[in-house]
């Protein structure tokens, strides 16, 4: 894949986390409510950089989880061979809260709607929430993320690629050409 541009930058990617708790914080009248939810993989370390900022804010602790929703999804038997399940780790209880539910890229909508019926199946929440760091459009679901820290409308053949120090060793959002394979 051949990077296009590199569309944020470390110190625009903490800037945009702030931005997002902020707006978090705003819409709902304060955290006292909130439980925030990390989407395996990289929306579970977003989801803890916003609830970190979160607690710097607003002064309160809101619950933080993850989410891993591959035997959810609708391409589970035909599109991963050997899928990689990994673990949920929700040890608190979603009745009546108001669900922040975190990921890195927003695309055709398929992955948030096997996370709200993986959601779904741990309770019933008051409200689940939509928080993604990139939407690039194309979506297949009517869905819509209610925060979004940067729109990068792309083409077919353009990915977002995000990259995060705990797992890529940089911060960093780029767009990369995926038909030069």
């Known amino acids: 894949m051949e990077i296009k541009a590199k569309v944020i930058d470390e110190e625009g990617l903490l800037r945009t986390v702030t931005r ?13 409510n909130l439980v925030l939810i990390g989407m395996r993989t990289r929306g ?7 609830h ?39 040890t608190f209880d979603v009745n009546d809260k108001d669900i922040i539910l975190i990921d890195d890229v927003l ?16 309770g019933r929440p008051n409200s689940i929430q939509l928080c ?4 690039r ?10 925060f979004v820290g940067k729109n990068i409308p792309t083409s ?10 705990e797992i890529d060793g940089e911060d ?3 767009l990369v050409d995926s038909s030069k394979v």
């Open 137 to 146: 459009g194309h979506r297949e679901m009517p869905i819509k993320a209610d």
């Open 172 to 174: 960093a959002v780029y």
């Open 107 to 122: 695309y055709t909508g398929r992955t948030v709607r096997a996370a709200l019926d993986a959601l779904m199946d741990l």
């Open 132 to 135: 993604v760091l990139v939407d």
């Open 156 to 165: 077919i053949n353009e990915e977002v690629k995000v990259k995060l120090k």
């Open 52 to 90: 970190e900022k979160i607690k710097e804010i607003d002064n309160t602790n809101p619950d933080l989880g993850i989410l891993d929703v591959t035997l959810y999804r609708d391409d589970f038997r035909t599109r991963l061979k050997q899928p990689q399940v990994s673990v949920t780790d929700i």
């Open 20 to 32: 997002l708790a902020h707006e978090i914080i705003e819409k709902n009248k304060g955290s006292h």
């Open 44 to 50: 579970e370390f977003i989801a803890n950089r916003i």
